[in-house]
């Protein structure tokens, strides 16, 4: 891939591609285009991937492209992260009260809890937002303790949000290629003078783009602004641009937040294709349904303490569990 969707002069080059010719192929749902004063296009139509990029209309050839490639050291089956008693404190609040349990490489791991529980605390304890009061979180085997998050990235752990974080103004396959740069070695001169270093990052990023855009199921949106993008393809962005940092294991925290019954399903599919193409998948959320179809064990938290932890079947049967999400009669507590 030589040039970025989003350069005027790719909008001109290929103007039989999106400006509007009998060839041109567009679904209903896309905009109109953005005309510039140079003549360029900011093109806000869905393009048709195979056209541009052969190689991505092989699904095996695309989920080959986007499988990690980095070395773990913990096997399949193994702890990849351990939470060893972990205690997080915010004053005189207990936001987590010695909470330990493992993810294991390969795995599809649920957390989940009440509001409140202490959910997205664990969660940022992992991805370095907060350091442990006590207690320590090991990654891949090693601690974490006062690693700063750009480095935890780097070491493997990326993450979604609750609230989507997208750089709006930016194509979705612009989106991408920021998340990219995790894995980039070019120094800032490298970078200015254009050396052979970074021009090759630059072209394996922009092709690694349009695979994880593929990947997720919306690499025809590749040339579209964030913005403009529905909501849940917004969130399937968020996805590819963590994908893109490579991780050894990925978080996502709410991700069918606003979702309708038949998203939902797409999700969850969605999610074990990225666990089958090889990742390990962190998964916090509300939506018990969801949860229980698509993890391999769930943990669950109440008031900053674990619970509970086992297979989806036993943690839904726990008396525990059910107590934490419906309450129990007064008479139950006297």
Same mark, same amino acid.
């Given at each position: 891939?030589?040039?970025?969707? %989003? ?6 080059? %290929? ?7 009998? $060839?041109? =192929? ?35 050839? =695309? ?13 399949? +089956?193994?702890?990849? &992260?351990? @939470?060893?008693? =972990?205690? @997080? ?40 937002? !907060? ?6 979180? #090991?990654? $891949? +085997? ?13 070491? +493997?752990?990326?993450?979604? *949000?609750?609230?989507?974080? /997208? ?5 979705? &396959? ?40 593929? *990947? ?14 529905? !909501?849940?393809?917004?969130?399937? /962005? ?10 050894? /294991?990925?978080? &996502? ?5 606003? *979702? ?18 090889? !990742?390990?998948?962190? &998964?916090?959320? %509300?939506? @018990?349904?969801?949860?229980?179809? #698509?993890?391999?064990? #769930? ?21 525990? =569990?059910?107590?934490? !999400?419906? +309450? ?7």
């Amino acid at each position: 891939m030589s040039t970025t969707p %989003h350069d005027p002069a790719a909008g001109s080059e %290929h103007g039989d591609q999106h400006l509007g010719t009998d $060839d041109e =192929v567009v679904t209903s749902d896309t905009m109109p285009e953005e005309f510039l004063p140079d003549g360029g296009v900011i093109a806000n139509v869905a393009i048709d991937v195979a056209d541009l990029h052969p190689e991505l209309a092989d699904a095996a050839q =695309v989920a080959e492209l986007v499988a990690p490639d980095r070395t773990i050291r913990a096997k399949v +089956g193994e702890p990849l &992260l351990q @939470m060893q008693q =972990v205690t @997080m404190r915010f004053g005189g609040l207990v936001a987590l009260d010695d909470v330990t349990f493992d993810i294991r490489r390969g795995e599809i791991l649920g957390l989940i809890g009440p509001n409140g529980a202490g959910k997205t605390t664990c969660f940022n304890t992992m991805t370095g937002v !907060y350091r442990p009061t006590t207690g320590q979180v #090991v990654f $891949d +085997g090693r601690p974490l303790g006062r690693t700063k998050r750009n480095e935890i990235t780097r070491l +493997g752990i990326a993450r979604t *949000f609750q609230n989507i974080r /997208l750089f709006s103004d930016m194509t979705a &396959l612009e989106n991408v290629v920021v998340g990219t740069d995790a894995r980039h070695h070019t120094s800032v001169p490298g970078a200015i003078f254009r050396s052979r270093r970074h021009r090759a990052e630059e072209r394996d990023a922009l092709d690694r783009g349009m695979a994880l855009l593929e *990947f997720v199921g919306i690499g025809r949106r590749a040339t579209q602004q964030a913005r403009n993008l529905p !909501y849940g393809d917004q969130r399937r /962005l968020e996805i590819a641009r963590a994908l893109a940092t490579e991780p050894k /294991l990925l978080c &996502l925290d709410e991700p069918a937040a606003g *979702f309708n019954p038949a998203e939902k399903e797409d999700l969850k599919a969605l999610i074990r294709k990225i666990r089958d193409d090889g !990742y390990t998948v962190l &998964l916090i959320e %509300h939506d @018990m349904r969801l949860v229980m179809g #698509v993890t391999d064990r #769930v943990v669950v938290l109440e008031f900053g303490r674990k619970i509970a932890e086992g297979l989806p079947a036993e943690v839904s049967a726990d008396p525990a =569990v059910i107590a934490a !999400y419906l +309450g129990v009669p007064d008479d139950a507590t006297a």
